[in-house]
């Protein structure tokens, strides 16, 4: 069974680089998006953007400025970093995994809350 | 691109029936048979509950059917159970490796 582990720091400062990580534990990571989706407290999801193994990503075009995605597929990690952060990006922030050639996301991870302050 | 428009909120009984309407546009919902539906309990991570306009994961309710008609997706759930009490988020495919969710829908189960 397939399992989403992602970690990162909680607490930032305006201006500063979100950085989170998640890794695939109990599956492969091929053939896979490794998406980002992240939710403001009390409001809905919003998609990030995504990764797949070749190195080809795909991001919101409203964030698009301010993200980047990465991946290690030896250690099965795929990571976000959000830069010149203000208080709107206040959220928790979930890693999720999307089959290509579908657009939805079958598994995810637990959440990261990250406030910005 | 705009987020999908649903309803706040949605209430009905135990044992009723309730659906949830998810409205797009024809770039999104009316272009693409990619519509997803998620589910939410407070504090947890959404689960995946329809894909592709109306299918079902394994181990997802019969109870649980989605349908869509031009611009507008909906999620019906039937035979409601307490445990049914949750926020559901519609998704959509919006072109250009793109996508989309809905605002969400508070459920109440009365």
């Known amino acids: 069974q397939v399992q989403l582990q992602q970690w990162g720091a909680g607490l930032l400062k305006p201006s500063e680089t979100l950085s989170l990580t998640c890794a695939v534990y109990?599956?492969?990571?091929?053939?896979?998006?490794g998406t980002w989706i992240r939710q403001p407290p009390g409001k809905g999801l919003e998609w990030i953007g995504e990764?797949?193994?070749?190195?080809?990503?795909n991001y919101n075009p409203s964030l698009k400025s301010r993200v980047t995605m990465s991946l290690d597929t030896s250690r099965k990690q795929f990571s976000l970093k959000l830069s010149s952060l203000t208080a709107a990006d206040t959220a928790v922030y979930y890693c999720?995994?999307?089959?290509?050639?579908?657009?939805?996301?079958?598994?995810w991870g637990k959440g990261t809350p990250v406030i910005v302050s | 691109q705009s987020a999908l428009t649903q309803p706040p909120s949605a209430s009905e009984s135990p044992g009723q029936s309730v659906t949830i309407s998810c409205t797009g546009t024809?770039?999104?919902?009316?272009?693409?048979?990619?519509v997803s539906w998620y589910q939410q309990h407070p504090g947890k991570a959404p689960k995946l509950m329809i894909y592709?306009?109306?299918k079902r994961p394994s181990g997802v309710p019969d109870r649980f059917f989605g349908s869509k008609s031009g611009n507008t997706a909906s999620l019906t759930v039937s035979g409601l159970q307490a445990d049914d009490e949750a926020d559901y988020y519609c998704?959509?495919?919006?072109?250009?490796?793109?996508?989309?969710f809905g605002g969400g829908t508070k459920l109440t189960v009365l």
């Open positions: 990764i797949i193994q070749s190195g080809t990503t």
């Open positions: 998704s959509s495919y919006a072109g250009s490796n793109n996508l989309i």
């Open positions: 109990g599956g492969s990571f091929s053939d896979y998006y």
């Open positions: 024809s770039s999104d919902v009316g272009a693409y048979n990619y």
């Open positions: 999720a995994r999307r089959v290509t050639v579908h657009y939805y996301m079958d598994v």
């Open positions: 592709e306009v109306n």
